[in-house]
């Protein structure tokens, strides 16, 4: 088992910046991926960045690339999305993710085993 914990949600004007955490606990040691997804209501979980757990290769959604960059510190198996130039359209619910099967795809929410508990990011215009 594995557990997730967000941190960092809140609320930020446009242009602004939030950095969100994801701490991990439990049996990490089988991690292949950790991924950071959105939601708002009434639609599908949408994927925003990736990183491989024990390699140094990222992946994001073409929304938010160039504005978002996600990054990790094993020692402390937490994760992090630092969001910069947030737009009105980032307003979601943020959850991370742990894949813990070794090459699935990490853009798939079906394919992510554990889930955090979400965090709330609102950006006003």
């Known amino acids: 088992q594995v557990q997730l914990v967000e941190s960092g949600g809140g609320l930020v004007q446009a242009g602004g910046s939030l950095r969100l955490s994801c701490a991990a606990s439990?049996?990490?040691?089988?991690?292949?991926?950790m991924g950071w997804f959105r939601q708002t209501p009434g639609k599908e979980r949408e994927f925003v960045a990736a990183?491989?757990?024990?390699?140094?290769?990222?992946y994001y959604s073409g929304t938010v690339k160039d504005r978002f960059t996600i990054s990790k510190d094993n020692a402390k198996n937490t994760v992090y999305l630092q969001m910069d130039s947030l737009k009105p359209d980032d307003t979601a619910v943020y959850y991370c993710?742990?894949?813990?099967?070794?090459?699935?795809?990490?853009?798939?929410?079906?394919?992510?085993?554990?889930w955090g508990q979400g965090a709330q990011v609102t950006v006003s215009s």
């Open positions: 993710g742990a894949a813990m099967t070794i090459g699935v795809v990490v853009i798939t929410p079906g394919r992510y085993d554990y």
């Open positions: 439990g049996r990490t040691f089988r991690t292949y991926a």
């Open positions: 990183i491989r757990w024990n390699a140094n290769i990222t």
